[in-house]
């Protein structure tokens, strides 16, 4: 089958071909997609799962690799008699091997906030959204090729999550040796916001210790939470990092996603739109940093 965003390698073999279908069309150009489903997550977190012309085509990714959804609201204010047109970056993070579809997951906000969020969240099957081509992050892929972890750390918060799913999703899928050993820790405000648990209980599962996953909540912990091993309640702290993280060495690498505010606390740096640049040694600090935390070990997502 055929694969939306194939890697850079595979276009250059074959650049002649590459704009004469839409699976292989530029970087940056958008194509139409339909809604196969909007399923609620709990809260107000809802999975979009969005059709490809080819049953046969696979959209592929990368570790951070974000594509852009827009369309046009007409649940806007009166400043917009025409309606809004709203763009936003979403990670995809359906299995690899998915053919004919791939998922994104979406937040919904009460207004002000979230236009986008909420105009996704009303999707109904069958309308359509123009969704541009996969666009990787070098630096992420560079970065982890020249490091080749053998441990790998993810530290999130909040939508920070679905970037988690993402890498542990392309990394199990390694298999055997060549799969890093994964520590995800996360941080949420409720047991409302673990939107993904299931999914990465059953990837324990099928790949018996190579994922580990310890989950705090800052508010609104249920009863009984805490009971179980990998719970907590609180904010991520240095100790809590240095406990559930790997040592660092030089075949660990720490993945950071994330609100502003929770990077900045986490490794000294900055999320904006989850599009920042790699932390570089000048910038590298945070509860990482205090933990012995290399700067050219944290990447941020």
Known sequence: GRRVGARSEERSEHAAAAAATHERAPRGSFFEARVLRNKPLGGNTR?????????????????????????????????????????EPFLPLQPPDRRGHFDVVVKSYPYPRGDVGRYLAGMRQGEALEVSMPRPRPHVEARLAALKPRRLGLVVAGSGMTAAVQVARLALAQGGDEAPELFIVSSD?????????????????????????????????????????????????????????????????????????????????????????????????????AVGFAPESVIVL
């Open 189 to 289: 405000r409720s047991d409302h916001d673990l939107f993904y648990v299931r999914e990465m209980e059953r990837l324990q599962r099928e790949f018996p210790g190579k994922l580990h996953i310890h989950r705090t909540l800052t508010r609104d912990a249920p009863a009984g939470w805490g009971c179980r091993g990998g719970e907590g309640t609180g904010r991520l702290c240095a100790e809590v990092l240095e406990r559930h993280l790997p040592e660092p060495g030089d075949d660990v690498a720490v993945l950071v996603c994330g609100p502003d505010a929770f990077v900045h606390h986490v490794a000294g740096g900055s999320a904006s739109a989850n599009l920042a640049p790699p932390i570089g040694p000048e910038g590298a600090g945070g509860a990482l940093a």
């Open 47 to 87: 999975l979009l799962r969005l059709q490809l012309d080819d049953p046969g085509a696979r959209l592929e990714y990368g570790p951070g690799t974000f594509l852009t959804i827009r369309g046009l609201s007409l649940a806007v204010d009166e400043s917009y008699p025409f309606g809004k047109r709203l763009e």
